[in-house]
């Protein structure tokens, strides 16, 4: 369980969405408001705990997204969930604000019922989502069957999907840090690397992305022994399309890419 509750502030409860219904949402409201009001911005904390229940908090122009609960929760999944579902928000019907929050409160409430289901995050990409929530000014159609998508073990792809060309574009994109002292000598350095991709395939391809054999990863998490001339990568996040299970077995990169926009692999 991550949330037994969501809500949309802006120190007056907007929206709220109580999922597991083992909260008071008045009186946590009432809580959370206080705490910002009575503390200094500079002391104020995304999370923190208060008679027995933890709020956590994201800030985004004048709203607090907050989700609240009562068990212990993993809040770091809980505070990217509340990042995710601001992005779902703002795919939908452009900034976040406050007014914005009121003349959409329909399709805002449809979203999360779909995002979060009694505590727990489901679907989150706003592809998906607009399969079968659809809006039209302030209105919204929901379609009757969903998507297979959205129970789909690839839920980041639809099914069917058409191109009359296939193609696929891979771009590495690095940063170099390096910090040099008074004499030259180099004393720390470091290159942040992605591999960005756009594919346009049809079906559900299965791709493989091979690596220079020089390459070595860590995936202890501890300093590895780098051998020869090796490069070694470390702190490596995949795509949720990538198999990660095949990739600790024998380090393939495998996966079924998304369609279209850009997706770090």
């Known amino acids: 369980m991550v949330a037994s509750a969501v809500f949309i502030t802006d120190l007056k409860v907007i929206i709220s969405r109580n999922y597991r219904g ?5 009186t946590c409201c009432a809580a959370f408001s206080s705490y910002i009001s009575e503390t200094d911005e500079l002391d104020r904390v995304p999370i923190f705990t208060l008679d027995g229940y933890t709020y956590s908090y994201i800030k985004y122009n004048n709203l607090y997204i907050l989700g609240v ?4 929760s993993n809040v770091s999944l809980l505070i990217t969930f509340l990042y995710r579902l601001v992005g779902v928000f703002k795919d939908y019907f452009g900034e976040l604000e406050d007014e914005s929050i009121r003349d959409n409160f329909v399709i805002i409430y449809e979203l999360l019922d779909e995002t979060m289901d009694h505590g727990y995050p489901q679907a989150l990409d706003s592809k998906i989502l607009r399969e079968y929530i659809t809006q039209e000014g302030n209105r919204m159609e929901v379609i009757s069957k969903p998507p297979v998508a959205l129970t789909n073990a690839v839920s980041w792809r639809s099914e069917g999907i058409k191109h009359k060309k296939n193609e696929i574009f891979l771009d590495v994109v690095e940063k ?6 008074a004499n030259g000598t180099v004393l720390s350095s470091e290159i942040i690397g992605a591999v960005k991709m756009k594919s346009f395939l049809s079906g559900m391809p299965e791709l493989k992305l091979g690596l220079n054999d020089k390459l070595m990863f860590e995936a202890t998490g501890r300093q590895a022994q780098a051998k020869g001339k090796a490069v070694e990568l470390e702190d490596i996040k995949f795509h949720q399309c990538v198999r990660l299970a095949r990739f600790e077995n024998d380090r393939t990169i495998s996966f079924i890419p998304p369609d279209g926009g850009e997706a770090g692999v």
């Open 22 to 26: 083992d909260i008071p949402p008045t």
């Open 176 to 181: 170099l840090n390096l910090l040099v002292g």
């Open 69 to 72: 609960t009562k068990r212990n």
